[in-house]
């Protein structure tokens, strides 16, 4: 059976009062695309454009990723970028055309602190990360592969222009996904899935969907995510710490412990390491199919 993709499975409303987030989408830990999350007359929304960050930033150097360019290992994360560019040249060539080069993760705030004022973020969750930010750029084509946050946040992901593709599965299929221990990533393509390859695909089930400018998915923490950028696009994310005890103290140790130690024994053992990690993921996606049958 081919992998099971509910399209449009996630609920899509309009304004949201602390009480229906709380109880239909933070504790349980359920995604929702709202509709301005940020109210419907936030600067945000008309502001930030293209010509807007090209006029005010466009001499800034920035660090370009991109996947087609560089290949990425399948079991670890981007440890820094291999180009940079000026900023309003990025901003021309994801305008012009498809294109696999990407700037995510960009502290666009730290170099314009007065894009804070153009957003309140609303009194629907708690311990919110109001003062990390971050900023995604890319053109039609553009790609992040499925992966977990290592920080096991929620994420608050916005669309400001363009959009994109996000297809999201929930963390208790991470053994049929193939994580890879240690990391928060799999060499599953949710494109073109190796059904022969990775037989446990069979039993999961996510979810398919579109955010357009004006929208915010709410991807709870731990949920896988993979993104396409279906135009040239805008957009930034936010985060609050999970509600789950267990889940934050996770996010803790991986950031804190399992990246380091996995980047050492990659170091250290090379090819090996990766090769048990690849029989250790397969080993787990099996038993929890047999469990599952």
Not at 79 to 88: C, D, I
Not at 184 to 189: F, K, Y
Request: proline share 5%; glycine share 8%.
């Amino acid at each position: 059976m081919p992998l099971q993709l509910i399209k449009d499975g996630v609920d899509y409303i309009e304004g949201v009062t602390r009480q229906e987030f709380q109880e239909k989408y933070m504790l349980p830990q359920q995604p929702v695309i709202v509709k301005h999350f940020f109210g419907k007359d936030a600067p945000l929304y008309q502001k930030w454009t293209f010509d807007y960050f090209k006029q005010e930033l466009g001499d800034l150097e920035v660090g370009i990723y991109d996947a087609e360019g560089k290949k990425q290992s399948d079991d670890r994360s981007y440890k820094g970028a291999p180009e940079s560019m000026k900023f309003g040249d990025y901003l021309d060539l994801v305008q012009k055309g498809p294109t696999s080069r990407r700037l995510f993760l960009f502290n666009v705030f730290k170099h314009k602190k007065e894009l804070f004022n153009d957003f309140e973020f609303p009194d629907v969750a708690d311990r919110v990360l109001r003062r990390i930010p971050l900023a995604f750029f890319g053109g039609k084509g553009g790609l992040t592969r499925i992966h977990q946050d290592m920080d096991n946040s929620n994420v608050y992901l916005t669309e400001l222009a363009g959009k994109k593709r996000v297809v999201l599965f929930d963390p208790k299929y991470s053994d049929m996904l193939y994580r890879y221990p240690f990391g928060t990533h799999t060499s599953v393509d949710i494109n073109n899935p190796d059904y022969e390859k990775f037989p446990a695909l069979d039993k999961v089930v996510g979810y398919d969907c579109t955010i357009e400018a004006g929208d915010t998915i709410f991807m709870p923490s731990g949920w896988w995510h993979h993104i396409e950028y279906q135009s040239a696009g805008i957009g930034f994310s936010m985060r609050s710490i999970s509600p789950n005890t267990g889940t934050l103290l996770r996010g803790l140790y991986q950031v804190g412990v399992l990246t380091h130690l996995d980047e050492m024994l990659r170091v250290t053992l090379g090819d090996r390491w990766f090769a048990y990690k690849k029989y250790v993921a397969e080993r787990r996606a099996t038993e929890a199919l047999q469990q599952a049958s």
